[in-house]
């Protein structure tokens, strides 16, 4: 029988020291310190931001700015914008964290839910070969907390050394469309 893997169940969660009011992924994109928010990078509508409870370091999470359940319920352009900053987060991870794999997915539903977020979501979690969950692993918020703030730099400078526009792909497959995003 194989065992169905995935790592993304793991949600992320508040920082005790710093307790939100309301749904985090709305909240953190709209305060003024990205870095202290942990968030990574941003597009035109949506936005990286590192998971605070990583099941690998540089477990980062694509989030759409607007408040939605379900990929049905997200306009052409927002799925588009996702889809194109999930590439870039790939690109930065494999410039300067240099997996050896990636998981991504999401989870829908209460029954497929790791945690209470019902902010849609898209996991992008690295992998190397002969990896365990990282968290038992180091043990400790203190050196979570270090090792995010490590990952965060690693992350950051990997979306700063790529292109700010990703490349649209083949021009043969129609239009190609402007895609742009901040570190
Ligand atoms: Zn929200």
């Not at 540089?58 to 997200?74: K, Q």
Request: aromatic fraction near 8%; charged fraction near 30%; charge should be negative.
């Amino acid at each position: 029988m194989d065992r169905i893997y995935a790592p993304w169940r793991i949600e992320w969660v508040e920082r005790e020291s710093d307790p939100i009011d309301g749904c985090p992924f709305c909240v953190l994109p709209e305060r003024e310190d990205d870095r202290e928010s942990r968030i990574v990078a941003r597009s035109e509508r949506n936005y990286v931001l590192l998971n605070n409870a990583p099941y690998n370091p540089g477990h980062a999470m694509v989030i759409p700015n607007e408040h939605r359940e379900d990929p049905t319920d997200l306009g052409d352009a927002v799925l588009f914008d996702h889809a194109k900053l999930k590439a870039a987060t790939l690109a930065a991870l494999r410039r300067d964290v240099d997996p050896d794999g990636v998981n991504t997915g999401q989870n829908l539903g209460t029954s497929a839910a790791g945690g209470s977020v019902d902010h849609l979501h898209t996991h992008v979690v690295p992998r190397w070969d002969g990896d365990t969950n990282f968290m038992p692993v180091t043990g400790g918020t203190k050196v979570i907390v270090e090792a995010i703030d490590r990952t965060y730099e690693h992350l950051h400078a990997g979306f700063a050394a790529g292109d700010d526009v990703v490349d649209s792909g083949d021009a043969e497959a129609g239009e190609a469309v402007e895609f742009e995003f901040d570190v």
